[in-house]
């Protein structure tokens, strides 16, 4: 046979074969090379049977699969393939075979009996083979599964003794960790100074931070509540045992952060074994420091700590033989000094004169234009307070603007008598034009100054209040305009205003200068020598010599005439004082301070006091507080002692929310930046209020939102926050006839009757010593001078029952920090009181001072204010004129407005009864009747109320009152149709009812009515 017959391509079999696709049948079982799949085997051919020559349609090829892990053979799987393609993909052909062409058919079905006769040869030898793998595989898989059965039990052998060594080592660690706990609990009750250094050094591998903290609070919580019968929270025990590094306490009001304080020092003589010497406990003014000291007493007896003032420790470490100081309700010695020195000057001529000139330009200086001129913030936020800048006018009060004040300053140098913003009951708004000057009984002229002129409801507002007074025949409006003022001057404004009283039969002759000195004379001797003091101890608070307060005011840049002139007078009285102090041979209780600093400096470390004597070296803990009170001159002094002790640990609370006392020179710098001042230091926060209800928590928060830590209320109950706004507070007839003018009077009694019929005590907080309100104090003699808060309260008192009047105090909110009172009435939440940026604020800008700071410290004020209430808090405002700070609280809280109608008028001990006669419609029979009538009630003095029930009103005087004689006497009776009338008490209550109809009456019983 020809080579060239041999086949050994598939391509080669199909050129061979040619047509006769029945000779495909050759290829089955042969082997056939795929050019990318490799190796496979032709396994069935597909056909077309409906043709003559069975063409070959597919043929199929399978090919072995091939684990990729372990590269073994798994099995088969078959592709299917076209003729042509077939014959494109594949190449070798194995084994190779002979054919002979042409075939007759005899040897073609020899050939294909032959092929299938080696097909079954090699499907059986392939199935033996396949048999073979099979029974190797199951071999090899039994031997494998008999493998990793022995390597099962090997595992779980082990895994048995890794558990079984886990948990010897886990009774190991817990019998460790147990031993640990114990002897921790032990180095808590006989060491507690090394307790943390225990847990250090044996301890962190078995027992967590968190869970030794918890150990060692417990112990403490249940230390003081077992041995002071007090129940500290975990906040407070944290405060009372953290004692290995300066610890800053933040202690929100109402936090229990004195007794806190005295805990400790009690914990650390009692339990830490610290002796009552090696403690100092300081405070900032006597009553504390005594409050503290007999705190102590009470567990220590007669073993105590020091605990004193700052002062206290300077004097017994300096011990003068004189030194000046003011005593709260006693001795002012410092006050006597510095004001014989100003008197010096006084008697001088020349400084005379610029004492004079100075307080008297002050008086007259437009400081909003001042202060808007050196002001470093943007006119949005120069706006927002524009209406707590000071506008003080000559007479010594307060005005809502510049122009406010030069009206009042010409009224008083021309000896014209006003009232300022006096009430008037107004189409239910409690209505209260600047100025009136009255002219006769209920008749006289009202002053309005209409400086927001431009704005459409202003504007508005504005020619409303022209309406209501063109119809009071008794009365004349005098409307002023901005205008003038800011095209022309002050000089034009006064000589129009002039023009328009002299018009109206106002005589307006200047006083003269000495006349008007006069009358201002000692109000402002007296404002000057305050200012004057003060100015004085900002300076020895910040120890400064004479000449280096030069240098500052030498530096400062001064934003008007009138601060240059202050501050070189300043300057030559503080100058003087020292001086005095110097050739009396004596101190001041801040020289007192820096003497003290001298004499540690010295190397002098011992005090000694009546109480007992001291050795500053010996001390180990340093306790401070009301931190936040903290200033440049008390620094010193505690340098000066970490100098002279480095050792020696300081645990300093307070709360620089209640940071107040900035006037006095304190400086929140030593709060704010504690960790840099006392390294290493811990922050720690006392948060729970356990003095307020939750609402009255809640609303000190909203005012300090992002400001720091906020409080939590312990106490559940939800308390009462309610704004009292003045607008629309509405006195009865017969409030009006008992406080003519006056509303604030009857609105305050109202609130008071309402809770000290339940016995609770209330406080009324100003943030001045004065209210910004008319008061008609009806000529009641006093020993106070009327406007004081005191003389208020003693009008207050005159009403109530004298078993009552004991449950009612006043006070400024300064003076009550650190107090409280079940119900708390804020008297003043205005623009012009918080904040109140005082005019003096032009005197101590050369210190720092700034609007933003004051603003700052007003608002903690606020704070404090707000945080006195037990149960209750009543804030009265105006609405159309609130505090910036309310305004922020409204949008951030929902504040319940109250109605005034729930709170009945209150009738007083002593005052004049009347009896109020309202006139209205019967229900059902529409409001024809009282427009009918309407002029003959308005002639005989009814005023129209149209709150609660719409009616006609009129007061008259219960003695002698008669109903039979009072219809007698009505005039409009006879033209009446469809009229009730009602007969009230002081209180609004109805006694007697009446129907009306052509001139016959008859009584209303209670189910008719």
């Known amino acids: 046979?020809?080579?060239?017959?041999?086949?050994?391509?598939?391509?080669?079999?199909?050129?061979?074969?040619?047509?006769?696709?029945?000779?495909?049948?050759?290829?089955?079982?042969?082997?056939?090379?795929?050019?990318?799949?490799?190796?496979?085997?032709?396994?069935?051919?597909?056909?077309?049977?409906?043709?003559?020559?069975?063409?070959?349609?597919?043929?199929?090829?399978?090919?072995?699969?091939?684990?990729?892990?372990?590269?073994?053979?798994?099995?088969?799987?078959?592709?299917?393939?076209?003729?042509?393609?077939?014959?494109?993909?594949?190449?070798?052909?194995?084994?190779?075979?002979?054919?002979?062409?042409?075939?007759?058919?005899?040897?073609?079905?020899?050939?294909?009996?032959?092929?299938?006769?080696?097909?079954?040869?090699?499907?059986?030898?392939?199935?033996?083979?396949?048999?073979?793998?099979?029974?190797?595989?199951?071999?090899?898989?039994?031997?494998?599964?008999?493998?990793?059965?022995?390597?099962?039990?090997?595992?779980?052998?082990?895994?048995?003794?890794?558990?079984?060594?886990?948990?010897?080592?886990?009774?190991?660690?817990?019998?460790?960790?147990?031993?640990?706990?114990?002897?921790?609990?032990?180095?808590?009750?006989?060491?507690?100074?090394?307790?943390?250094?225990?847990?250090?050094?044996?301890?962190?591998?078995?027992?967590?931070?968190?869970?030794?903290?918890?150990?060692?609070?417990?112990?403490?919580?249940?230390?003081?509540?077992?041995?002071?019968?007090?129940?500290?929270?975990?906040?407070?025990?944290?405060?009372?045992?953290?004692?290995?590094?300066?610890?800053?306490?933040?202690?929100?009001?109402?936090?229990?952060?004195?007794?806190?304080?005295?805990?400790?020092?009690?914990?650390?003589?009692?339990?830490?074994?610290?002796?009552?010497?090696?403690?100092?406990?300081?405070?900032?003014?006597?009553?504390?420091?005594?409050?503290?000291?007999?705190?102590?007493?009470?567990?220590?007896?007669?073993?105590?700590?020091?605990?004193?003032?700052?002062?206290?420790?300077?004097?017994?470490?300096?011990?003068?033989?004189?030194?000046?100081?003011?005593?709260?309700?006693?001795?002012?010695?410092?006050?006597?000094?510095?004001?014989?020195?100003?008197?010096?000057?006084?008697?001088?001529?020349?400084?005379?004169?610029?004492?004079?000139?100075?307080?008297?330009?002050?008086?007259?200086?437009?400081?909003?234009?001042?202060?808007?001129?050196?002001?470093?913030?943007?006119?949005?936020?120069?706006?927002?307070?524009?209406?707590?800048?000071?506008?003080?006018?000559?007479?010594?009060?307060?005005?809502?603007?510049?122009?406010?004040?030069?009206?009042?300053?010409?009224?008083?140098?021309?000896?014209?008598?006003?009232?300022?913003?006096?009430?008037?009951?107004?189409?239910?708004?409690?209505?209260?034009?600047?100025?009136?000057?009255?002219?006769?009984?209920?008749?006289?002229?009202?002053?309005?100054?209409?400086?927001?002129?431009?704005?459409?409801?202003?504007?508005?507002?504005?020619?409303?209040?022209?309406?209501?007074?063109?119809?009071?025949?008794?009365?004349?409006?005098?409307?002023?305009?901005?205008?003038?003022?800011?095209?022309?001057?002050?000089?034009?404004?006064?000589?129009l205003l002039k023009d328009k009283l002299e018009n109206l039969g106002i005589q307006c002759n200047r006083l003269s200068e000495e006349t008007i000195w006069s009358r201002i004379k000692d109000r402002s001797i007296d404002r000057f020598t305050t200012v004057v003091k003060g100015f004085i101890q900002r300076c020895r608070k910040l120890s400064l010599t004479s000449e280096e307060l030069r240098k500052i005011i030498y530096k400062h840049e001064c934003v008007s005439k009138i601060e240059e002139q202050f501050l070189n007078l300043a300057h030559r009285f503080y100058k003087s004082y020292l001086r005095c102090l110097e050739d009396r041979g004596e101190e001041d209780f801040d020289g007192l301070m820096q003497k003290a600093v001298e004499v540690l400096a010295s190397g002098q470390t011992i005090f000694r006091r009546r109480l007992g004597t001291g050795d500053l070296k010996s001390l180990r803990y340093i306790m401070i507080d009301e931190y936040q009170d903290f200033s440049e001159l008390f620094y010193n002094l505690i340098e000066a002692i970490r100098k002279q002790n480095p050792q020696a640990l300081f645990f300093c609370v307070g709360d620089d929310w209640q940071a107040i006392n900035g006037f006095a020179g304190s400086d929140l710098r030593f709060y704010q930046d504690f960790h840099q001042f006392f390294q290493?230091?811990?922050?720690?926060?006392?948060?729970?209020?356990?003095?307020?209800?939750?609402?009255?928590?809640?609303?000190?928060?909203?005012?300090?939102?992002?400001?720091?830590?906020?409080?939590?209320?312990?106490?559940?109950?939800?308390?009462?926050?309610?704004?009292?706004?003045?607008?629309?507070?509405?006195?009865?007839?017969?409030?009006?006839?008992?406080?003519?003018?006056?509303?604030?009077?009857?609105?305050?009694?109202?609130?008071?009757?309402?809770?000290?019929?339940?016995?609770?005590?209330?406080?009324?907080?100003?943030?001045?010593?004065?209210l910004p309100w008319y008061v008609n104090y009806q000529n009641k003699r006093s020993k106070y001078k009327n406007g004081t808060l005191e003389s208020f309260l003693e009008l207050v008192h005159s009403y109530l029952p004298e078993e009552s009047r004991k449950l009612v105090t006043i006070s400024t909110a300064h003076k009550y920090k650190g107090l409280q009172k079940d119900v708390v009435i804020i008297l003043d939440a205005i623009p012009r009181c918080y904040p109140l940026i005082h005019p003096d604020l032009m005197f101590t800008r050369v210190f720092g001072d700034s609007i933003e700071s004051v603003v700052n410290e007003e608002r903690r004020l606020f704070y404090v204010a707000l945080t006195r209430a037990v149960e209750t808090l009543f804030i009265i405002t105006e609405s159309t004129n609130s505090s910036p700070f309310l305004d922020e609280l409204n949008s951030r809280t929902k504040i319940s407005v109250l109605n005034w109608s729930d709170y009945q008028p209150f009738i007083g001990v002593g005052t004049i009864r009347y009896i109020t006669v309202k006139v209205g419609n019967q229900d059902g029979k529409g409001s024809n009747g009282t427009i009918a009538i309407k002029d003959l009630l308005k002639a005989e003095g009814y005023i129209w109320k149209p709150e609660v029930w719409p009616a006609w009103c009129r007061t008259y005087p219960a003695e002698g009152f008669s109903v039979q004689q009072y219809f007698n006497n009505a005039n409009w009776i006879s033209q009446a149709v469809g009229i009730e009338v009602q007969f009230c008490d002081d209180g609004e209550n109805k006694s007697e009812v009446y129907r009306v109809n052509q001139g016959q009456y008859y009584l209303v019983n209670e189910n008719e009515e």
């Open 1 to 495: 046979m020809d080579s060239s017959s041999q086949i050994d391509t598939v391509k080669k079999f199909a050129e061979v074969i040619g047509d006769n696709d029945d000779l495909w049948e050759i290829l089955l079982g042969r082997e056939v090379i795929h050019i990318v799949r490799g190796k496979g085997r032709v396994s069935f051919l597909l056909k077309d049977d409906s043709s003559l020559n069975s063409t070959i349609l597919e043929i199929g090829v399978t090919y072995p699969a091939w684990s990729q892990s372990a590269y073994n053979y798994v099995g088969n799987y078959t592709c299917r393939y076209e003729k042509n393609r077939f014959i494109r993909e594949f190449n070798a052909l194995e084994p190779p075979f002979f054919l002979e062409l042409p075939l007759s058919l005899e040897k073609r079905l020899a050939l294909i009996e032959q092929m299938e006769q080696e097909n079954k040869k090699r499907c059986e030898a392939e199935k033996l083979e396949a048999q073979k793998r099979e029974a190797e595989r199951r071999e090899a898989q039994r031997l494998e599964t008999e493998r990793r059965n022995a390597q099962k039990l090997e595992a779980q052998k082990r895994e048995a003794e890794r558990r079984e060594a886990q948990i010897l080592e886990i009774e190991r660690r817990n019998a460790q960790r147990l031993s640990l706990l114990q002897n921790i609990k032990n180095e808590l009750e006989n060491n507690f100074l090394n307790a943390d250094k225990f847990y250090e050094a044996n301890c962190t591998e078995y027992i967590s931070f968190k869970e030794y903290q918890s150990e060692k609070l417990k112990y403490i919580q249940n230390w003081v509540n077992t041995n002071l019968n007090s129940s500290p929270d975990l906040e407070q025990v944290a405060a009372i045992g953290t004692l290995e590094s300066h610890i800053q306490v933040i202690a929100r009001a109402g936090s229990g952060k004195t007794s806190t304080l005295v805990n400790r020092a009690i914990f650390l003589q009692k339990h830490c074994g610290i002796a009552p010497g090696e403690m100092l406990l300081l405070a900032f003014n006597r009553k504390a420091a005594e409050e503290m000291r007999e705190r102590l007493k009470l567990e220590l007896q007669n073993s105590v700590p020091h605990a004193m003032t700052f002062h206290a420790l300077a004097y017994a470490l300096v011990h003068p033989e004189n030194i000046l100081f003011d005593e709260p309700d006693g001795e002012q010695n410092q006050s006597r000094a510095l004001q014989i020195i100003i008197d010096q000057y006084l008697q001088h001529p020349i400084f005379y004169a610029k004492i004079r000139d100075l307080m008297t330009a002050a008086f007259h200086e437009d400081w909003e234009r001042i202060i808007s001129g050196g002001y470093d913030k943007t006119p949005e936020e120069m706006l927002r307070y524009r209406r707590s800048l000071p506008r003080e006018g000559i007479d010594g009060n307060y005005y809502k603007s510049f122009g406010e004040k030069l009206i009042a300053n010409f009224l008083f140098e021309h000896n014209i008598k006003y009232k300022y913003e006096r009430n008037f009951w107004w189409n239910g708004i409690n209505y209260r034009p600047d100025f009136t000057i009255l002219t006769g009984e209920k008749q006289g002229i009202v002053i309005e100054y209409f400086g927001l002129e431009g704005d459409p409801d202003y504007d508005d507002m504005s020619h409303e209040k022209r309406e209501y007074w063109a119809n009071r025949p008794n009365w004349q409006l005098i409307a002023l305009s901005p205008r003038p003022l800011k095209d022309q001057g002050a000089e034009v404004f006064c000589e």
């Open 680 to 770: 290493p230091s811990h922050k720690l926060n006392i948060a729970t209020n356990y003095r307020s209800a939750i609402s009255i928590v809640d609303i000190g928060n909203k005012l300090m939102q992002g400001l720091g830590t906020p409080a939590r209320a312990d106490k559940k109950i939800p308390g009462i926050v309610n704004i009292a706004d003045m607008s629309s507070f509405e006195p009865t007839p017969t409030e009006q006839e008992n406080y003519s003018g006056d509303n604030i009077t009857p609105a305050i009694l109202r609130l008071i009757n309402k809770t000290i019929k339940q016995g609770k005590k209330v406080v009324l907080l100003s943030r001045k010593n004065s």
